[in-house]
C-alpha cells in the first residue's frame, strides 16, 4: 500500500492550493480516504474524509466552507481543495487510508492503518 500526497507549497492568505493523493498496491475504490495535518507542536488534526463511493464527506470544524475533498476512483487519487487559507492552515497535510471507518471516527487518525508522507503547506500572513 502506498500513498503520496502532492500539491503543497507557499501561499498568502487568502489564496488557494489544490492537494492530492495518488494511491497504489490496494484496491483504492474499496476505501476511505483521509486528510489530515500536523503544525509544529500540535496534534494531528482531521481535516476531511470521503467515502469509498464519494458519496459521503466531512470536515473538521475549522475548514468548513473553505476546503472540499473528492475523489476520482479512475485515478486511484483523491483531491483536497483549499480556498480562502490562512495563517493557521499552515501544517504539514497527510493523506491516509482505511478500508472500515464508523461515522463518528472519519476524522480520528487511529481509524487509519495506512499512510503517505506529507506534503508541506505554508500560508504567509
Known amino acids: 500500500v502506498q500513498l503520496q500526497a502532492s500539491g503543497g507549497g507557499l501561499v498568502q492568505a487568502g489564496g488557494s492550493l489544490r492537494l492530492s493523493c495518488s494511491a497504489s498496491g490496494f484496491r483504492f475504490r474499496d476505501y476511505t480516504i483521509a486528510w489530515f495535518r500536523q503544525a509544529p507542536g500540535k496534534e494531528r488534526e482531521g481535516v476531511s474524509s470521503?467515502?469509498?463511493?464519494?458519496?459521503?464527506?466531512v470536515y473538521g470544524d475549522s475548514v468548513k466552507g473553505r476546503f472540499t475533498i473528492s475523489r476520482d476512483n479512475t485515478k486511484d487519487t483523491v483531491y483536497l481543495q483549499m480556498n480562502s487559507l490562512k495563517p493557521e492552515d499552515t501544517a504539514v497535510y497527510y493523506c491516509a487510508a482505511s478500508k472500515t471507518v464508523i461515522w463518528s471516527s472519519l476524522l480520528r487518525y487511529l481509524s487509519y492503518a495506512y499512510w503517505g508522507q506529507g506534503t508541506q503547506v505554508t500560508v504567509s500572513s
Open positions: 470521503i467515502r469509498s463511493s464519494g458519496g459521503s464527506t
